[in-house]
Nanobody, 125 residues
């Protein structure tokens, strides 16, 4: 069993930055890919970014490419999402997830087996 806990969300003005962190517990964490998803009010949850088990391969949604960076520190059991040039449309609850099966970046929800509780990110205009 893997448990995930996100932190780092908050209120920021448009153009600002935030860094989200997700700490994982469970001995299988380091073997599998990790991802970030988000859900805005009234919308379905959507993919944001994913990273392979080694950190050597990443994948981003077009809407965040060039602004967000996903990274991981397996020694600290932590995955990060650095968010720069934030826009009001980035406002959402952000969730981290880990796959219990795949080592390559996964961009769809069915590929993930464990989810965090989410952290709110609000970008004001």
């Amino acid at each position: 069993q893997v448990q995930l806990g996100e932190s780092g969300g908050g209120l920021v003005q448009a153009g600002g930055s935030l860094r989200l962190s997700c700490v994982a517990s469970g001995r299988t964490y380091r073997r599998y890919s990790m991802g970030w998803f988000r859900q805005a009010p009234g919308k379905e949850r959507e993919f944001v970014a994913a990273i392979s088990w080694s950190g050597g391969s990443t994948y981003y949604a077009d809407s965040v490419k060039g602004r967000f960076t996903i990274s991981r520190d397996n020694a600290k059991n932590t995955v990060y999402l650095q968010m720069n040039s934030l826009k009001p449309e980035d406002t959402a609850v952000y969730y981290c997830a880990t796959s219990g099966r795949y080592t390559i970046p996964v961009i769809t929800e069915p590929g993930y087996d464990y989810w965090g509780q989410g952290t709110q990110v609000t970008v004001s205009s």
